[in-house]
C-alpha cells in the first residue's frame, strides 16, 4: 500500500504560482508512475499531468500546457505540481495518485483515473481575482 499527502494548496491570484507536494510512504515511489488530478465543485474529476517512475517523460492536458510542470524527486519519494499563470478555471481540489505494475505508454492511459492504484486525500487550489 502506498499513502499519498498533498500539501501547497491554498488561495494564489490570478496570474501567480503554487507548487503542489505529493509525498508518499509505503512503498517504493520510483516503482510507481504519478499523476496530478483535479476536480473543480459540480464537475467531473480531470487529468491534469502525469510523469513516468523515471520521470523521463511527462504528459499534460492541454489547458495546463506550457502553464504546469510536473516533476519527482524519487529520493525525497516525493513529487510535484508547480503551476505558474495561474487562472480562475484553475481553481479545484487537487489530488495526486500513483500506478503500479503500469503498461502505460500514452496520453490516453495516463489520463484515466481508473489506472490509479492509490489516490492522496486532495488540496484546495483557489484562484482569486
Known amino acids: 500500500q502506498v499513502q499519498l499527502v498533498e500539501s501547497g494548496g491554498g488561495l494564489v491570484q490570478v496570474g501567480g504560482s503554487l507548487r503542489l507536494s505529493c509525498a508518499t510512504s509505503?512503498?517504493?515511489?520510483?516503482?510507481?508512475?504519478m499523476g496530478w488530478f483535479r476536480q473543480a465543485p459540480g464537475k467531473e474529476r480531470e487529468f491534469v499531468a502525469a510523469?513516468?517512475?523515471?520521470?523521463?517523460?511527462?504528459f499534460y492536458t492541454d489547458s495546463v500546457k506550457g502553464r504546469f510542470a510536473i516533476s519527482r524527486d524519487n529520493g525525497r519519494n516525493t513529487g510535484y505540481l508547480q503551476m505558474n499563470s495561474l487562472k480562475p478555471e484553475d481553481t479545484a481540489v487537487y489530488y495526486c495518485a500513483v500506478l503500479g505494475l503500469s503498461t502505460c505508454s500514452t496520453y490516453g492511459c495516463y489520463s484515466r483515473s481508473s489506472g490509479y492504484n492509490y489516490w492522496g486525500q486532495g488540496t484546495q487550489v483557489t484562484g482569486s481575482s
Open positions: 509505503g512503498r517504493t515511489f520510483s516503482n510507481y508512475d
Open positions: 510523469i513516468t517512475r523515471s520521470g523521463s517523460t511527462t
